[in-house]
C-alpha cells in the first residue's frame, strides 16, 4: 500500500533565516522517518540553500513551477534539468494561482507536467473548481477537463504523475471542503485515472484548501485521499508536523 504524501507550498514565503529556522523545527519534530512521505515546494531562489538543508532528512525538496520550454531566450524562466540539478524530486504545475495570474491554460499545465516527467520530476497537477463554477454544479466538469489534457499530452507515463485537488474557493480562504465533498471529487478523479492507466492504484491523489492541524484527520481517512498540498499550515512548524502525524 502506498504510504500518504504531505506536501508543503510555501508560495513566495521565507527568507534564508526563517528558511533555515522553519526547516529546522520540522527535522527535530519528525524525529524518526514519518509514517508518511513528505515534500516541501519551496520558492526557485532558495532551491540551493534548502537542498543544503535537506540533505540529511528523508524530506523531499519541491519547487512550485517549471518552464514548457527546454532552454533558451525565455527570461524569468527555470527549466526541468534546472530544477533537477537541485535534487528536485516533485514540482507543482497548474497551481491556481499561476492559472489565475499568470493565465497557464489547461495546454500549457499538460507541457509543463511534460516537461518535469522528462527530467525525472514528478508533477503535482493541481485540478480545482472556482466558486462560481460549484455553484453552477460544473464542479465535476472542471476537473475532469482540466485532468483530462494532462492524460492526453501525458498518456503512457500517467502513473507517474500526482494529483493535487485544490477547490480554488478553498485555497488560503480558511474555508475547507468538507471531507464528503473532497472525497467526491477524488473518486471522480480517481475513475478518470482508472480508465486511463491500469497502474492508477500509484498515483496520489492530494486534497489541498486550508488544510490544517483540526481538520486533517478527517480529510485524510477518506477513502480516495492519498494526502494533503498544504499551504499556510506548512510554514508553521507545529501545524505542518500535527498534519503529518494524522497521516497515517
Ligand atoms: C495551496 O496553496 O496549495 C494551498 C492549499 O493553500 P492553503 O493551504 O493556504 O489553502
Not at 520558492?43 to 514548457?68: E, N
Not at 524562466?77 to 497551481?95: I, N, Q
Not at 455553484?135 to 465535476?140: M, N
Not at 464528503?180 to 471522480?188: G, I, L, T
Amino acid at each position: 500500500m502506498k504510504r500518504k504524501l504531505i506536501a508543503g507550498n510555501w508560495k513566495m514565503n521565507g527568507s534564508l533565516a526563517a528558511n533555515q529556522a522553519l526547516l529546522q523545527a520540522i527535522t527535530v519534530g519528525l524525529g524518526a522517518p514519518a509514517a508518511c512521505q513528505v515534500a516541501v515546494c519551496v520558492p526557485a531562489a532558495y532551491l540551493a540553500q534548502i537542498q543544503l538543508l535537506l540533505k540529511d532528512s528523508a524530506i523531499d525538496l519541491g519547487a512550485q513551477d517549471v518552464s514548457t520550454h527546454q532552454a533558451g531566450a525565455f527570461t524569468g524562466e527555470t527549466s526541468s534539468a534546472m530544477l533537477k540539478e537541485f535534487g528536485v524530486r516533485y514540482c507543482l504545475v497548474g497551481h491556481s494561482e499561476r492559472r489565475q495570474y499568470h493565465a497557464e491554460t489547461d495546454a500549457v499545465v499538460a507541457f509543463k507536467a511534460q516537461r518535469a516527467l522528462a527530467d525525472g520530476i514528478t508533477p503535482i497537477v493541481c485540478v480545482g473548481e472556482t466558486l462560481a463554477e460549484r455553484e453552477a454544479g460544473r464542479t465535476e466538469e472542471v476537473v475532469k477537463r482540466q485532468l483530462a489534457a494532462v492524460i492526453h499530452t501525458n498518456g503512457h507515463c500517467i502513473s507517474e504523475i500526482v494529483v493535487a485537488y485544490e477547490p480554488v474557493w478553498a485555497i488560503g480562504t480558511g474555508k475547507t471542503a468538507s471531507a464528503e465533498q473532497a472525497q467526491a471529487v477524488h473518486a471522480v478523479l480517481r475513475a478518470q485515472l482508472k480508465a486511463a492507466t491500469e497502474h492508477s492504484d500509484r498515483i496520489h491523489i492530494l486534497y489541498g484548501g486550508s488544510m490544517n492541524a483540526a481538520n486533517a484527520a478527517q480529510l485524510l481517512a477518506q477513502p480516495d485521499i492519498d494526502g494533503g498540498l498544504v499551504g499556510g499550515a506548512s510554514l508553521k512548524a507545529a501545524d505542518f508536523l500535527s498534519i503529518i502525524a494524522a497521516a497515517l
